[in-house]
């Protein structure tokens, strides 16, 4: 189609929570498959699906423009001053409206991150921090209207449109002029609808009179909200679950009809040809937005240097990392090589332009070294520890161990650099760094302190319908008995299709009978269409992006239910399509458990061991491992695990690294499991062992795993060996099969890949078998080099379970919730191995679990229904009062009522 | 804080076929009525003032799916007529 005769402008992704039914992604495909050229995404009050709706349109052939639809706060009466004759019920001084604002430049996309950025600075300003609905003064608009072009919003609350339907001519009229005076004549538009609903026609014909009265060009415009007609009916509901209605009480707040769907081009001018001038105003208004998200954002990798004024960035990692290298490796060839490799990192580093981004990285664990200092006692064994450890690709990387980030020596591990930098590089790598919980939650709150509230945020994760709420939310919605939909809900696991869930409601008693209510097969259809939207934005475990430029100006930055926090409102993908600097901050139970035994240890012996000289060759370790006895160790404690350990027998921490790696969602699918035990076994028997490989051409690459692809960066290395992929190819693969439900960019993978590996006379069925396992495995595996710091943790814990049982146990438990097991099921398996529990004790029980003469005395919030707060007091005034065996009874104990009760 | 104005949809009719009763009605060939007989008499209509398109309760027994028609018939009397999408015309009043 050579010129569509209409651009959508106004279109709602799922990103306009419980509102718009569609994923962005699904928006730009329809648009395509419709023939449209280019197309808007507008959400509520957010750019959450923004980035991902830049990235998917343009890949699908669409230019995108960036907007949003914005809850303004206005008050039409303020001139007039008549409240007495007020239409719009009591009289409010002000009233709520939407306005959509489109972006024409890049200050336009920065000053309307910083309005949406105000619109939620209240939303969490309650004494409970519970969310409240976003929405900006008016008068805010006037500091940032500059690059934004501003249309009258949507037909039912849109401004101008709603104070029209209401009657409210002069009122109407004057708002329209006041937008124009903020945002400057050419910069407002009068948006012309066609919902379908009662008096929508007449009310465009209002609003294009009112704008030929005021001399306001008009635009017509689709206020879609689903991607197929087909999610209409979700729409509905979604509308429902929002106000917390059933769907037959809600008939006010729906729409009323399944009309305000994406439609194509040619559709939409035939629907609006009573508005001839609109529906041109649509193509002159777009070809004037030229703004592209994907490519004008104006990020820059934060050049922090600290304390070197003057020096680059470049200058001071290189003397930094020079420094540290002459000071871990002795003269000799160890200092040859890693010299070598240092300088071909710094290289890559400077080639990106990624020294600050490595800066900034040796600056946060200094932050965490200083809060760690915070929150560990004095005196405690572990204020000698390092805060934090690195894992991910990162380990494999020499600056990053020189810097501090990891303490793996990729030397002498002899890890690769692979994904984490390499020359065509699409985004920045991932450091990720492990933090004990409660140095994690200090230094994020120290991190937005330091680099300020306009610099800092937390990432983005959005929650997405999952079997369980979706049954009960809409099941709600659709009033289904309360108690049925429970225990559907308790039912239902693991299934994804309408098929499934129609399956499980007809085993439920009476089920053939419910099947054929138009109500529960509805629930059937819909909870799989909502499968995968997002549901609301929420806080990702750790990540964090900091920047030099103001933060709020790249991505609107919304206040976290946890006080001291914020997060921007893009997820891990859309921050990496950004090229953000991204640092995650995960909290491990584990090396909180680790921490707290050596402590324990040192209470009980003196001294605690030193984890970094035990070694990692202990028979005693690997016998226990071999024989599945692992309970309570890191990574490798599940049943599938152990039931793996005793057919794997892991002999050292490179079979360790691959045990970790192996029982992960991506092997498993990809069908790694099977044939990489049975290799193991077969090397087992006969060292010369060979294994199969699907094509010769694959044998360099997965010779360490046995044949099998076991680690996340074998994705990458099976693809360039197969299909002679570049490494950015391979990235670009990599990230198709993380995106969800983007088939067309799988497809368009599939094709290179095939032609890229029948160029090197791989046969088709070896292409497609291959293909598929890589599928399969798609994104969830762990990189090796993250392996091996799990591998290395998962060995700290199993010789500690070895040689300090009691420690070790006493240290599980005080760290739960945590790891596979409840404590009864640790105390058990402790006690199988000569562990003594010994029952909480008003006299000598601590708070937590304590090592009492190589037994484990439970501690006093262990006791049901006590609580934290009220162990604490106990042994507070017991200290102070001091032991009396008669004291809990003559003396109330200073505990109201049990927490829980309360 | 209050809810933005919401007086532009008017009152939609939902009120099942309670007040409507069958109506014969003449389309043109682009499916707008044309005139409705009443009382035996053939009434052309004059205008069509408003459409709108109403899809209801999908998830209960009696779907609603209907394209209502305020006209005015010769000579000037107004009326309300829809279409339900499963076929036949309805008149209210």
């Known amino acids: 189609m050579a010129n569509p005769p209409y651009v959508e402008l106004h279109a709602h992704s799922a990103f306009s929570f419980l509102d718009g039914a569609s994923l962005p992604e699904e928006m730009a495909e329809a648009a395509a498959s419709l023939g449209h050229g280019v197309m808007a995404l507008t959400d509520h009050d957010g750019l959450s699906g923004a980035m991902g709706f830049a990235h998917a349109a343009t890949a699908a052939g669409v230019r995108p423009i960036t907007g949003a639809e914005l809850t303004v706060a206005y008050s039409p009466f303020s001139r007039?001053?008549?409240?007495?004759?007020?239409?719009?019920?009591?009289?409010?001084?002000?009233?709520?409206?939407?306005?959509?604002?489109?972006?024409?430049?890049?200050?336009?996309?920065?000053?309307?991150?910083?309005?949406?950025?105000?619109?939620?600075a209240k939303t969490r300003s309650g004494?409970?921090?519970?969310?409240?609905?976003?929405?900006?003064?008016?008068?805010?608009?006037?500091?940032?209207?500059?690059?934004?072009?501003?249309?009258?919003?949507?037909?039912?609350?849109?401004?101008?449109?709603?104070?029209?339907?209401?009657?409210?001519?002069?009122?109407?009229?004057?708002?329209?002029?006041?937008?124009?005076?903020?945002f400057g004549p050419g910069n407002v538009w009068v948006e012309i609808q066609r919902p379908g609903a009662r008096g929508s026609k007449a009310l465009a014909r209002g609003l294009e009179a009112l704008a030929n009265h005021v001399g306001v060009p008009v635009v017509a415009t689709g206020n879609v909200h689903a991607h197929h007609p087909r999610r209409a009916f979700l729409q509905d509901t979604l509308v429902s679950v929002r106000n917390r209605l059933t769907l037959d009480a809600s008939e006010a707040e729906r729409r009323g009809n399944r009309q305000s769907v994406l439609r194509a081009p040619d559709d939409m001018a035939r629907r609006l040809a009573d508005h001839?001038?609109?529906?041109?105003?649509?193509?002159?208004?777009?070809?004037?937005?030229?703004?592209?998200?994907?490519?004008?954002?104006?990020?820059?990798?934060?050049?922090?240097?600290?304390?070197?004024?003057?020096?680059?960035?470049?200058?001071?990692?290189?003397?930094?990392?020079?420094?540290?290298?002459?000071?871990?490796?002795?003269?000799?060839?160890?200092?040859?090589?890693?010299?070598?490799?240092?300088?071909?990192?710094?290289?890559?580093?400077?080639?990106?332009?990624?020294?600050?981004?490595?800066?900034l990285h040796r600056d946060i664990l200094e932050i965490a070294r200083e809060v760690a200092l915070a929150v560990r006692p004095v005196g405690s064994a572990r204020r000698a520890l390092p805060p934090g450890r690195g894992r991910g690709s990162s380990v494999g990387s020499i600056v990053c161990y020189l810097t501090g980030l990891s303490h793996i020596d990729p030397i002498e591990s002899g890890l690769f650099l692979g994904r984490f930098l390499n020359r065509d590089l699409r985004s920045v790598p991932d450091i990720d760094l492990d933090f004990p919980r409660d140095v994690r939650e200090g230094l994020i709150k120290e991190i937005i302190r330091r680099y300020g509230n306009e610099h800092a945020a937390l990432v983005a994760a959005f929650p997405t319908f999952r079997v369980r709420m979706a049954i009960r939310e809409l099941g709600a919605a659709l009033?289904?008995?309360?108690?049925?939909?429970?225990?559907?809900?308790?039912?239902?696991?693991?299934?994804?299709?309408?098929?499934?869930?129609?399956?499980?409601?007809?085993?439920?008693?009476?089920?053939?009978?419910?099947?054929?209510?138009?109500?529960?097969?509805?629930?059937?259809?819909?909870?799989?269409?909502?499968?995968?939207?997002?549901r609301h934005l929420s806080q990702h475990p750790g990540g964090m992006v900091v920047s030099a430029t103001p933060l709020v100006e790249l991505v609107p930055v919304v206040p976290a239910a946890f006080p001291g926090r914020q997060i921007c409102q893009w997820d891990k993908d859309s921050c990496a399509d950004a090229g953000f600097v991204k640092i995650d901050l995960l909290g491990l139970g584990m090396l909180s458990a680790v921490e707290e035994c050596l402590d324990l240890i040192a209470t009980s012996r003196g001294r605690a061991p030193d984890l970094s000289r035990i070694g990692f060759d202990d028979p005693a370790v690997y016998a226990e491992i071999?024989?599945?006895?692992?309970?309570?160790?890191?990574?490798?404690?599940?049943?599938?695990?152990?039931?793996?350990?005793?057919?794997?027998?892991?002999?050292?921490?490179?079979?360790?690294?691959?045990?970790?790696?192996?029982?992960?969602?991506?092997?498993?699918?990809?069908?790694?499991?099977?044939?990489?035990?049975?290799?193991?076994?077969?090397?087992?028997?006969?060292?010369?062992?060979?294994?199969?490989?699907?094509?010769?051409?694959?044998?360099?690459?997965?010779?360490?795993?046995?044949?099998?692809?076991?680690?996340?960066?074998?994705?990458?290395?099976?693809?360039?060996?197969?299909?002679?992929?570049?490494?950015?190819?391979?990235?670009?693969?990599?990230?198709?099969?993380?995106?969800?439900?983007?088939?067309?960019?799988?497809?368009?993978?599939?094709?290179?890949?095939?032609?890229?590996?029948?160029?090197?006379?791989?046969?088709?069925?070896?292409?497609?078998?291959?293909f598929t396992k890589l599928v399969g495995f798609a994104n969830f595996g762990f990189p090796k080099a993250h392996s091996a710091a799990f591998a290395v943790l998962a060995y700290q814990s199993a010789w500690l379970r070895r040689h300090h049982p009691a420690e070790f146990l006493a240290a599980l438990i005080n760290s739960q919730p945590m790891g596979f097991y409840p404590p009864a099921s640790l105390?058990?398996?402790?006690?199988?191995?000569?562990?003594?529990?010994?029952?909480?004790?008003?006299?000598?029980?601590?708070?937590?679990?304590?090592?009492?003469?190589?037994?484990?005395?439970l501690g006093l919030r262990m006791v049901r229904h006590l609580g934290d707060d009220a162990a604490h007091r106990l042994v507070a005034e017991r200290e102070t009062m001091g032991i009396s065996p008669a004291w809990p009874i003559w003396r109330p104990a200073p505990v109201c009522a049990p927490s829980r009760w309360r | 804080m209050e809810q933005a104005p919401?007086?532009?949809?008017?009152?939609?009719?939902?009120?099942?076929?309670?007040?409507?009763?069958?109506?014969?009605?003449?389309?043109?060939?682009?499916?707008?009525?044309?005139?409705?007989?009443?009382?035996?008499?053939?009434?052309?209509?004059?205008?069509?003032?408003?459409?709108?398109?109403?899809?209801d309760r999908w998830w209960t027994d009696t779907p609603v799916d209907r394209t209502y028609f305020d006209v005015v018939l010769e000579p000037g009397r107004p009326v309300l007529i829809f279409r339900e999408i499963e076929g036949g015309w309805f008149a209210h009043g």
């Not at chain 1, 869930?501 to 209510?517: A, H, K, Q, T, V």
């Not at chain 1, 790694?672 to 290799?679: E, F, N, S």
């Not at chain 2, 009719?13 to 389309?27: K, M, Q, S, Y």
């Open chain 1, 479 to 534: 009033a289904l008995p309360a108690a049925d939909i429970e225990r559907l809900a308790l039912l239902s696991d693991g299934w994804s299709s309408p098929e499934a869930l129609e399956d499980e409601i007809r085993r439920m008693p009476g089920g053939e009978d419910r099947l054929r209510s138009r109500r529960w097969r509805a629930l059937a259809a819909l909870a799989a269409e909502a499968a995968g939207l997002p």
């Open chain 1, 127 to 182: 004494p409970d921090r519970r969310a409240i609905a976003p929405v900006l003064p008016f008068e805010a608009l006037q500091a940032h209207h500059e690059g934004l072009v501003c249309l009258s919003g949507c037909a039912r609350k849109g401004l101008v449109p709603a104070l029209l339907a209401a009657g409210r001519q002069a009122e109407a009229d004057q708002a329209l002029r006041r937008l124009i005076g903020i």
């Open chain 1, 626 to 770: 071999q024989n599945a006895d692992t309970m309570g160790v890191f990574q490798i404690e599940s049943r599938a695990q152990m039931q793996s350990l005793l057919a794997t027998q892991p002999e050292n921490l490179h079979d360790l690294t691959v045990q970790v790696a192996l029982i992960r969602p991506g092997p498993v699918s990809g069908g790694a499991v099977h044939p990489y035990v049975a290799h193991r076994r077969a090397r087992r028997r006969d060292p010369e062992f060979v294994p199969p490989y699907d094509h010769p051409l694959l044998a360099p690459v997965l010779e360490e795993t046995l044949g099998v692809v076991v680690f996340q960066e074998q994705v990458l290395e099976v693809s360039m060996a197969l299909a002679g992929f570049t490494p950015g190819e391979a990235e670009d693969l990599r990230r198709a099969m993380s995106r969800k439900r983007s088939r067309d960019a799988m497809l368009r993978m599939w094709q290179r890949f095939r032609d890229g590996a029948r160029h090197r006379d791989v046969p088709d069925d070896v292409i497609h078998t291959v």
């Open chain 2, 6 to 55: 919401r007086a532009a949809m008017g009152t939609r009719a939902l009120r099942g076929l309670a007040g409507a009763h069958p109506a014969e009605v003449i389309t043109s060939p682009d499916g707008t009525p044309h005139a409705v007989l009443r009382d035996g008499r053939r009434r052309l209509v004059v205008a069509v003032r408003d459409t709108w398109r109403v899809q």
């Open chain 1, 276 to 359: 001839p001038e609109a529906v041109r105003g649509s193509l002159v208004l777009a070809d004037r937005l030229r703004f592209d998200l994907t490519r004008d954002l104006g990020y820059r990798f934060p050049d922090f240097v600290a304390g070197h004024p003057g020096e680059t960035a470049d200058h001071a990692l290189a003397r930094d990392c020079r420094h540290a290298l002459l000071d871990r490796y002795a003269e000799g060839e160890r200092r040859h090589q890693a010299l070598c490799r240092l300088d071909e990192e710094l290289d890559l580093i400077r080639h990106h332009g990624l020294s600050g981004f490595f800066l």
């Open chain 1, 80 to 120: 007039t001053g008549r409240m007495g004759d007020c239409p719009l019920g009591d009289c409010p001084p002000f009233a709520v409206f939407h306005i959509t604002l489109l972006v024409e430049t890049a200050r336009g996309y920065a000053n309307l991150c910083r309005l949406i950025t105000i619109a939620h």
């Open chain 1, 827 to 857: 105390v058990r398996d402790a006690a199988r191995r000569g562990v003594r529990t010994l029952r909480t004790c008003i006299h000598v029980s601590q708070v937590g679990c304590t090592v009492e003469d190589g037994s484990v005395r």
